[in-house]
């Protein structure tokens, strides 16, 4: 079982910055792919980034590639997303999630954390 915690979410004005953190429970984080998903008012949602085990691959939506990195410290038990160059289009509650593969699937991972809201005003 791992629990999962993001924090770090808030207001920014468009071109601005944040960094999400997401804490995991237990002595098995780094046994987990780990994921970063957002969901926007009325939309489904979607696959932001992912980052294998060890941190040595990543993988990242279009809408992400060249503004956000994730990142990942074993030690701490700790998944990081840093987003820059915000847009109002990335307003959404982003979820970080623990799983198996490097994948961008939802069903595919195993745990959720409970979300941290990010708005982004123009």
């Known amino acids: 079982q791992v629990q999962l915690v993001e924090s770090g979410g808030g207001l920014v004005q468009a071109g601005g910055s944040l960094r999400l953190s997401c804490a995991a429970s237990?002595?098995?984080?780094?046994?987990?792919?780990m994921g970063w998903f957002r969901r926007a008012p009325g939309k489904e949602r979607e696959f932001v980034a992912a980052?294998?085990?060890?941190?040595?691959?990543?993988r990242y939506a279009d809408s992400a590639k060249g503004r956000f990195t994730i990142s990942r410290d074993n030690a701490k038990n700790t998944v990081y997303l840093q987003m820059n160059s915000l847009k109002p289009e990335d307003t959404a509650v982003y979820y970080c999630?623990?799983?198996?593969?490097?994948?961008?699937?939802?069903?595919?991972?195993?745990?959720w954390g409970q979300g941290t809201q990010v708005t982004v005003s123009s």
């Open positions: 999630a623990a799983g198996r593969y490097i994948i961008s699937v939802p069903s595919r991972y195993d745990y």
């Open positions: 237990g002595r098995t984080f780094s046994t987990y792919t």
């Open positions: 980052i294998n085990l060890n941190g040595s691959r990543t």
